[in-house]
């Protein structure tokens, strides 16, 4: 990878011989950074704690104010009261957010044309390259990246804590969602980097607040000498920007992540539905000719007003929305809770999907949970709870767990735990085993996808397959290591490729050769390549390669690789001679 | 098991000192790492089910329960989130003796699990050799009834070959352990010419029927373990045995729901009815016999 993350110099003192000191102070801290709304919380050395800026807020608006020479992100949010940014400020066309789904994203993809409604500047041009993201500043467009972005905001949260804790943080384990590609993981690292953080582990969402339901399990048996049950939980997690599902299986503080499945709907997509419910030229309003002043300024009332509505659709039957948008445009309608569900029906279907997918992936049946956990600021909205509860068929849900703060103490107490620290009362004898979230392969067959490690495997893992040529004297061959769900592998993601040269000549068939994968605990993918028949002297020596070597996520590079080669490097999967 | 990844990376790893030095090696390895020299790459194929209970430490009729714990705890031991980075094989290991015994442990659960009694009963259809390395088509057999135990092949291929002195023969422990010369060497070198070049396919049956079986026992007679003569005969006639056996249950499994429904309801009201009578039955008895003994004794 060009980019280099950490400073490799020191890692190795968070592992191994450093383990035993219990006042060891570099202890990860957790992040949680949401598209809407971020959270940090340290161990103390016996519990938890969610840290609270200068305004006493747990949650923090996700957002970065672009001001003539000053940034200021949605941790201080404008530091005192006084010069508090107001969500008006905010939607001002001066300040980015949602950062989290532009992160790592090609400007073809759904999320980032959708995301050219927000009151900043999002320019696409289609054809596969990043966006062009800019906010105003005195009127005029200042460029910026999402990185960029979320690097300032990670730096204001981590002097934060360094306030607090009155020492420097050096380690982070933050949380991703879980349909986070591992280019768009890459993204997320390199803005901690950016922002003077080592990422110990990044957590699918579900997968921290499952530890956290693991330690409260185990708190729970010790005090009543209950038998080491195991317990299954399915875990819901929709926030503003991505919805994530988990099935662990937990017991002796042992967290087993059974499945995991995630998409990219959140509670933005239920925002813009709306909007376009209540005003329906909306589209037109927002995409002609890319944001005015007086454009950006109607469309951040229009977005107040329907959060304000959704919220209260939380708890009433209906609400009236009465905006005035400027330019003669005026809202006003009374939106009831049955019209609301209508216009997210496709929102609510894709959230059963997963669901359904998850179960049957971990192989269990509705019967078979124990605890349904809603976690996120959309698992209040009653639709979405009331179809969760009954797909699992279950009354209620676990209630001793705080839906917006589980994900964040989950990342913290991960932190404690990768970091070396014990607690005497046992209150960190946790673990977590992690599953991959995709499928992860190579190309093979012409435009096959060969899954090695297939999704839902127990990490660390590792797996190996056998290739073998597809021409006679076939002396190089390509591996383009792919990830994602699809059959074909053009469909997935490109993580990287590599070649394999000095293939002895044989016929073709006869070659073998090895492609294996390793994913270790902090989830770096390795693969190894080499021929493994014939062997002797004229084998060249194996490959070692860390993924994702690419350096952006443009899909141009598995075409040039499929148009410039072809077949000529093809692979083909060689079929299994024993069955054990 | 020192591996094929392992030897791979040590000459490259030799290479590159040799073009640039020691201090352009640790460069390109810093300490972080060290567990990249991996030790081998395709586990999977060559343990056997025994070693995996090994692994986990459990016996191997232990419950799909005791493997879970089993693993549970090991994993709090050697799980790199808790043992570093140097717990990651270690782990590796355990997440794959889970997945095949719990694998393997369902499908009993399910009923899916053949039990074969008496003669070739046990049969898992692994080898009990290892392999160092990926599978390869041919695979190294002895014939431990020809074998006299000269220890030639473990002199000069020790990695391969191992000496068991109970049986007092030798046997193949890592296929392909050392280089292919010294394992052509070994092979040359027996004196009885009893380590053979087999199809991998057959390997599993091979290994399996060269192990002393327990005999069929009639009565009082039989019994005890015995290995068969003629090995490779012995193998064939197993697998023969292993496909029809094969057949007839993919044949009853596909007409196998039909007779399971075939059962009427007077058939089924009929069995519940045995089974609830034998259940009672000696009670029955005890208060048969108790009115019988009150009855004589009011007659006294």
């Known amino acids: 990878?060009?980019?280099?993350?950490?400073?490799?110099?020191?890692?190795?003192?968070?592992?191994?011989?450093?383990?035993?000191?219990?006042?060891?102070?570099?202890?990860?801290?957790?992040?949680?950074?949401?598209?809407?709304?971020?959270?940090?919380?340290?161990?103390?050395?016996?519990?938890?704690?969610?840290?609270?800026?200068?305004?006493?807020?747990?949650?923090?608006?996700?957002?970065?104010?672009?001001?003539?020479?000053?940034?200021?992100?949605?941790?201080?949010?404008?530091?005192?009261?006084?010069?508090?940014?107001?969500?008006?400020?905010?939607?001002?066309?001066?300040?980015?957010?949602?950062?989290?789904?532009?992160?790592?994203?090609?400007?073809?993809?759904?999320v980032v044309q959708a995301s050219k409604t927000l009151p900043f500047l999002v320019q696409t041009l289609g054809i596969g390259v990043r966006p062009f993201i800019a906010a105003l500043v005195n009127n005029m467009w200042r460029s910026t990246t999402p990185e960029e972005v979320l690097a300032i905001f990670l730096l204001e949260l981590k002097a934060l804590v360094e306030m607090h804790l009155k020492h420097p943080v050096r380690n982070a384990v933050l949380t991703i969602p879980v349909a986070f590609s591992r280019f768009q993981q890459t993204r997320i690292e390199r803005a901690c980097a950016m922002a003077g953080l080592h990422v110990l582990r990044l957590m699918p969402e579900p997968t921290a607040v499952a530890l956290l339901y693991a330690q409260q399990q185990q708190q729970l048996m010790q005090d009543n000498m209950g038998s080491g049950i195991e317990k299954i939980a399915l875990i819901f997690n929709i926030g503003a920007?991505?919805?994530?599902?988990?099935?662990?299986?937990?017991?002796?503080?042992?967290?087993?992540?059974?499945?995991?499945?995630?998409?990219?709907?959140?509670g933005e997509?239920?925002?813009?539905?709306?909007?376009?419910?209540?005003?329906?030229?909306?589209?037109?309003?927002?995409?002609?000719?890319?944001?005015?002043?007086?454009?950006?300024?109607?469309?951040?009332?229009?977005r107040m007003a329907t959060q304000d509505a959704i919220h209260k659709l939380a708890s009433q039957e209906s609400t009236e929305i009465n905006a005035d948008l400027g330019n003669g445009l005026k809202v006003s309608k009374l939106l009831s809770r049955a019209e609301f569900e209508q216009v997210n029906q496709a929102i609510f279907e894709k959230c059963e999907r997963i669901i359904k997918q998850c179960l049957s992936d971990a192989k269990l049946t509705p019967e078979d949970i124990n605890?349904?956990?809603?976690?996120?600021?959309?698992?209040?909205?009653?639709?979405?709870?009331?179809?969760?509860?009954?797909?699992?068929?279950?009354?209620?849900?676990?209630?001793?767990?705080?839906?917006?703060?589980?994900?964040?103490?989950?990342?913290?107490?991960?932190?404690?735990?990768?970091?070396?620290?014990?607690?005497?009362?046992?209150?960190?004898?946790?673990?977590?085993?992690?599953?991959?979230?995709?499928?992860?392969?190579?190309?093979?067959?012409?435009?096959?996808?060969a899954a090695i490690i297939p999704r839902n495997t127990a990490v660390p893992a590792r797996r190996d397959m056998l290739f073998t040529t597809t021409q006679d004297n076939q002396a190089e061959a390509l591996i383009a290591v792919y990830e994602g769900e699809g059959e074909q592998a053009e469909e997935n993601h490109l993580l990287g490729y590599f070649k394999i040269t000095g293939i002895?000549?044989?016929?073709?068939?006869?070659?073998?050769?090895?492609?294996?994968?390793?994913?270790?605990?902090?989830?770096?993918?390795?693969?190894?390549?080499?021929?493994?028949?014939?062997?002797g002297e004229a084998t060249p020596p194996f490959m070692e390669v860390r993924m994702p070597t690419l350096d952006d996520g443009h899909g141009w590079c598995g075409q040039a690789l499929a148009k410039m080669y072809g077949s000529k490097l093809d692979l083909a999967v060689l079929p299994k001679k024993l069955h054990p | 098991m020192a591996g094929f990844f392992s030897t791979c990376a040590a000459s490259d790893h030799y290479c590159l000192q040799l073009r640039s030095g020691s201090a352009h090696h640790e460069l390109i390895r810093p300490n972080k790492y060290r567990r990249?020299?991996?030790?081998?790459?395709?586990?999977?194929?060559?343990?056997?089910?025994?070693?995996?209970?090994?692994?986990?430490?459990?016996?191997?009729?232990?419950?799909?329960?005791?493997?879970?714990?089993?693993?549970?705890?090991?994993?709090?031991?050697?799980?790199?989130?808790?043992?570093?980075?140097?717990?990651?094989?270690?782990?590796?290991?355990?997440?794959?003796?889970?997945?095949?015994?719990?694998?393997?442990?369902?499908?009993?659960?399910?009923?899916?699990?053949?039990?074969?009694?008496?003669?070739?009963?046990?049969?898992?259809?692994d080898g009990y050799s290892s392999w160092n390395g990926p599978i390869r088509s041919q695979a190294l057999f002895v014939d431990e009834n020809k074998c006299i135990g000269c220890r030639e092949c473990v002199h000069h291929a020790g990695e391969t070959f191992a000496m068991d002195d109970v049986l007092g023969s030798a046997h193949v422990e890592v296929q392909f352990g050392d280089v292919e010369q010294q394992i052509q060497?070994?092979?040359?070198?027996?004196?009885?010419?009893?380590?053979?070049?087999?199809?991998?396919?057959?390997?599993?049956?091979?290994?399996?029927?060269?192990?002393?079986?327990?005999k069929e026992g009639h009565g009082v007679f039989g019994g005890g373990w015995e290995r068969p003569k003629d090995v490779f005969a012995a193998a064939r006639n197993f697998s023969r045995k292993l496909e029809k056996q094969e057949r007839q249950e993919s044949s009853r499994g596909?007409?196998?729901?039909?007779?399971?429904?075939?059962?009427?309801?007077?058939q089924a009201e009929a069995r519940r009815h045995a089974g609830q009578e034998l259940r009672w039955k000696s009670l029955f008895d005890v208060w048969n016999g108790l009115g019988d003994w009150r009855k004589s004794g009011t007659d006294r």
């Open chain 2, 36 to 125: 990249t020299m991996i030790r081998c790459c395709s586990t999977a194929k060559g343990k056997t089910r025994r070693d995996y209970y090994q692994v986990l430490g459990v016996a191997t009729h232990s419950t799909p329960q005791e493997i879970k714990e089993a693993y549970r705890k090991l994993q709090k031991q050697h799980h790199p989130d808790i043992a570093g980075d140097k717990g990651h094989d270690h782990a590796l290991l355990l997440n794959e003796a889970y997945e095949v015994l719990m694998r393997s442990s369902s499908r009993k659960a399910d009923g899916f699990g053949k039990s074969r009694g008496g003669f070739g009963s046990g049969y898992t259809g």
């Open chain 1, 269 to 302: 997509d239920i925002l813009q539905n709306v909007m376009r419910h209540l005003l329906p030229d909306y589209d037109s309003l927002c995409d002609n000719a890319g944001p005015t002043t007086d454009r950006i300024k109607s469309m951040g009332l229009l």
């Open chain 1, 371 to 449: 605890d349904v956990i809603l976690v996120g600021g959309c698992s209040r909205i009653p639709k979405i709870r009331s179809l969760v509860l009954g797909l699992c068929k279950k009354g209620d849900s676990y209630g001793s767990i705080d839906d917006l703060e589980a994900a964040v103490s989950g990342a913290a107490l991960e932190g404690a735990i990768a970091s070396g620290v014990t607690d005497p009362s046992g209150s960190l004898d946790l673990l977590t085993i992690q599953a991959t979230p995709m499928n992860l392969g190579i190309r093979a067959d012409g435009d096959g996808f």
């Open chain 2, 185 to 214: 060497v070994a092979v040359e070198s027996c004196p009885v010419n009893c380590i053979h070049w087999v199809g991998s396919e057959e390997l599993p049956v091979l290994e399996f029927m060269a192990r002393p079986q327990p």
């Open chain 1, 504 to 535: 002895p000549p044989a016929p073709k068939g006869a070659v073998e050769i090895s492609v294996c994968m390793d994913i270790d605990a902090g989830n770096v993918l390795r693969v190894f390549a080499g021929v493994v028949k014939p062997q």
């Open chain 2, 254 to 266: 596909a007409n196998g729901g039909e007779d399971m429904e075939a059962e009427t309801a007077a």
């Open chain 1, 1 to 110: 990878m060009a980019e280099q993350f950490y400073t490799v110099a020191s890692d190795s003192e968070t592992t191994g011989d450093d383990k035993a000191q219990q006042s060891f102070p570099d202890v990860a801290i957790g992040i949680d950074i949401g598209t809407s709304r971020c959270s940090v919380a340290i161990w103390n050395g016996h519990q938890v704690e969610l840290l609270k800026n200068t305004r006493s807020q747990k949650g923090m608006r996700s957002y970065v104010m672009f001001k003539d020479d000053t940034l200021s992100a949605g941790v201080t949010g404008g530091a005192t009261k006084e010069h508090a940014h107001e969500e008006r400020d905010i939607l001002s066309g001066s300040a980015i957010f949602n950062m989290k789904r532009l992160i790592g994203r090609m400007d073809t993809d759904e």
């Open chain 1, 241 to 266: 920007g991505y919805c994530d599902v988990a099935v662990s299986a937990t017991a002796g503080g042992v967290s087993q992540i059974r499945a995991l499945a995630g998409c990219t709907v959140g």
